[in-house]
């Protein structure tokens, strides 16, 4: 088994952008990354640059005249037709075209493939690819910001590798349809998303199961700490429990937090933290990744609490100077960053935010657990 979690990361996530006025302009895996250093949570030798993936890997899911499509907007975004604009959903629907558009998510893409290739070999332990998670990504086309569907690549190798146990636990505030519709007639995969009920992409709806290995948890606005607590205990752990993966991979978007702009759910990243101390215990090889997040603070501040988690290290109540030099540097121009609280640069850790156990939680529980 690996000794100790791996971190894969990439300069890449520095230096592209979605454009200026896109939700991804934000940095957020660079400056997760960059928190992680300034805390002295990985070394060197802890630390792997993610490859690419290759064209041939990507296709093991995606359609080739797709991922060509991806090569020419990459090369000259203006001989791009706008038939095939709108065919494959890049420069359009919120799908930006922009210089990195498939090395930036083959990037992701190859993060994911090589993790779980050290899990394989190692024959277990835990890789956290801080750039992964987009779960979104089609086939054929792009998707909510997505532009290939890292997650589904990576199940798919290890079912080729054989395995016949994958857990994918999703807690990002959008539901992860993208990984349900390609994956979720398999019975060798066990798909489940805790996502806010009534948002974007409007699936993962309450009963729904796929193909027969989605369990969906479709949760209230105001979804607090309390709720996840109790959907952690009832019907995570339980389905962990029964399904006894080989391998589990955490899609841990941080759009749930009370501060993104992009759901309603209050969750403190404490309840996140919660929730990755005990679902990695649950699996002898473990691949935990990004996902969603549009406040460039709650996301550094999570995914690096995530980290820690995994490391079964500390969460610091006050950051040193290194790492509130990194979150001081951040700018994000939206009504919410104007005046950013000073907690936002000082610590790690919410505020915790409690709150009662309402019915439409309680009833996506016992569904699920069916």
């Known amino acids: 088994m690996l000794a100790r979690p791996l971190l894969i990361g990439s300069e890449i996530y520095r230096r592209s952008t979605y454009g200026s006025r896109h939700p991804l302009a934000i940095p957020r895996v660079s400056t997760a990354l960059d928190l992680i250093w300034a805390l002295g949570a990985v070394t060197p030798e802890r630390y792997i640059d993610s490859p690419r993936a290759t064209l041939d890997q990507l296709a093991r899911f995606h359609d080739r005249d797709y991922l060509a499509a991806l090569e020419q907007a990459e090369r000259d975004r203006s001989q791009l037709s706008e038939a095939d604009r709108r065919r494959y959903q890049i420069g359009i629907n919120g799908n930006p075209i922009f210089a990195e558009i498939l090395s930036r998510p083959s990037t992701a893409a190859g993060g994911t493939l090589k993790g779980l290739a050290l899990l394989h070999e190692a024959g277990g332990g835990i890789v956290h690819n801080v750039g992964g998670g987009t779960h979104h990504g089609r086939r054929d086309r792009a998707s909510g910001f997505c532009y290939l569907n890292d997650p589904v690549l990576g199940m798919l190798d290890l079912l080729d590798r054989g395995y016949d146990r994958v857990l994918y636990v999703d807690l990002d ?47 209230p606005p105001g979804f607090n700490d309390d709720e996840m607590d109790f959907i952690l205990e009832e019907a995570l752990l339980p389905l962990a429990d029964r399904f ?21 759910q209050e969750l403190s990243n404490g309840a996140l933290w919660r929730a990755v101390a005990a679902l990695k215990a649950t699996a002898p090889r473990v691949l935990a990744m990004g996902g969603g997040g549009y406040n460039p603070w709650s996301v550094a501040r999570a995914w690096a609490g995530n980290w820690l988690v995994l490391n079964d290290l500390p969460i610091p109540e006050h950051l040193p100077f290194a790492a509130e030099t990194v979150l001081r540097a951040l700018h994000w121009d939206h009504s919410k960053g104007r005046e950013p609280p000073e907690h936002w640069f000082t610590t790690l850790p919410d505020v915790p935010r409690p709150g009662p156990i309402r019915d439409a939680v309680r009833l996506a529980v016992a569904d699920v657990l069916r």
């Open 173 to 219: 505030a959008h539901h992860g349809d993208g990984v349900q519709d390609a994956l979720s007639h398999d019975p060798r995969v066990l798909i489940v998303s805790v996502h806010e009920a009534g948002r974007w992409p409007y699936s993962g709806t309450l009963g729904d199961r796929g193909g027969g290995s989605a369990r969906n948890i479709p949760v």
């Open 244 to 264: 006894d993966p080989e391998v589990l991979i955490l899609q841990l978007g941080a759009d749930a937090l009370a501060e993104d702009p992009l759901s309603k």
